[in-house]
Structures are given as C-alpha cells and as structure tokens.
C-alpha cells in the first residue's frame, strides 16, 4: 500500500504534467493563429510548362465539378508568398491534429484528478468516521475504567 508522501507525490506529478499539457495547448494555438493571420493556401502547387505556377483548390461544394484554379506565375515573389501560404495550411493542419490530441490528454488527466479527488475524499471521510468511532470507544473505555476505579474505591 502506498504511504501519503507516495500518493502527495503522484498528485503532484499528475498536476504538473496537466500544467504543461495547458501550456503546450496554449503554445499551439497562439502558433495557429500566427499561421492564419500571415495567410494560408488550401491548395496544392502545379507548374505549367515547368514555368507558371498554379495553385489548385479543392471543391468548396457538392455541385462544383472541380476546384478553382490561381494562376500565380512566375514572379519569385509571388510564388515564394504562394508556396509559403501553402506550406503555412499543412502546418496549421498538422498543428490542429496535435490540439486535438493534447486536448484528449487533456481531458483524459482531469478525469483522472476528478477521480482520484473524489476517492481521496471517500477516503478521509472513511478515516475521519474511523477516528470518531475510536475516540468514542477510547472514551467509553476510559468512562468505564473511572467507573470500575470508584467502584472499588466505594467497595
């Protein structure tokens, strides 16, 4: 079985790693939203005649038979900005996944905490009766030696 300082130390091992589970979370959002404030590009790159760049997106409806299509071409700076607003969607794409995740950690722990809490509390509660009913018997038995005392004393 386990002592207190065990269980102290879990407790607080538990509520450190939800503290850095809170601010992984937190890291990962404010990067996504520095993704979607410098722009981003649903989209995927071909080049035309290996020299005009395109970008392709995808359908944004049932009826739509094909996505649109931007013709970038072949300013450096404007297909350096397209590739980069590209690559900025795969990464916010790839950092939702991980807020998913760290958010089911997330939740996963507190239950946990959740559950542990309300055990621990059962528990005490448990000790305390416990406690009441011993310094009642220790009461009692003290009670009763008194008696016997005084009754041999009078006898």
């Not at 997330?106 to 009913?133: E, I, K, Y």
């Amino acid at each position: 079985m386990k002592d207190f300082n065990d269980i102290t130390a879990l407790v607080n091992k538990a509520s450190a790693t939800i503290a850095e589970l809170e601010a992984s979370r937190a890291a990962i959002v404010k990067q996504m939203k520095e993704l979607e404030q410098a722009g981003m590009a649903n989209a995927s790159m071909f080049w035309a005649q290996d020299r005009f760049l395109y970008l392709s997106y995808p359908k944004s409806g049932p009826n739509e038979k094909r996505g649109k299509r931007k013709y970038v071409g072949n300013d450096k700076a404007k297909v350096r900005e397209a590739i980069a607003k590209v690559e900025r969607f795969k990464l916010h794409k790839t950092l939702a996944q991980q807020l998913e995740l760290t958010d089911e950690a997330l939740r996963a722990a507190r239950t946990q905490m959740l559950n542990t809490d309300s055990t621990l509390s059962r528990a005490l509660a448990s000790l305390a009766t416990t406690a009441t009913t011993m310094n009642i018997a220790e009461r009692v038995t003290a009670e009763l030696v008194r008696c016997e005392s005084q009754h041999h004393l009078q006898g």
